[in-house]
């Protein structure tokens, strides 16, 4: 069984930048497509950002395009989310997820496996 476990996460001030990792036990990398979504207290689960099986393609929200990239390391079996130029409407708990759809969807309902996610908190 697939298990995802998100690390990373924690205080920084706005304009800074912090890096969520997450580690995948149970599955290769290259097994599904990866995603990264947050949830904001009072707000509804949003899509921030996704890479395909293969890694070749990404997807983001058009909130974080140009300051959020994600990434992965075959070799750690881990995924990633660089997050540049934070502001207070970045702060949620940020959760990752897998897709055995394969594609970088924003949608979801095709993410089958997901963390117990991290807390981001931006200071202003």
């Known amino acids: 069984q697939m298990h995802l476990v998100e690390s990373g996460g924690g205080v920084v001030q706005a304009g800074g930048s912090l890096r969520l990792s997450c580690a995948v036990s149970?599955?290769?990398?290259?097994?599904?497509?990866w995603g990264w979504f947050r949830q904001a207290p009072g707000k509804e689960r949003e899509f921030v950002a996704a890479?395909?099986?293969?890694?070749?393609?990404?997807n983001y929200a058009d909130s974080v395009k140009g300051r959020f990239t994600i990434s992965r390391d075959n070799a750690k079996n881990q995924f990633y989310l660089q997050m540049n130029g934070l502001n207070p409407e970045d702060a949620a708990w940020y959760f990752c997820a897998g897709s055995p759809r394969g594609v970088a969807t924003n949608n979801s309902i095709y993410y089958s496996n997901w963390g117990q996610g991290t807390q981001v908190t931006v200071s202003s």
């Open positions: 890479i395909s099986r293969d890694g070749a393609i990404t």
């Open positions: 149970g599955r290769t990398i290259s097994s599904n497509a």
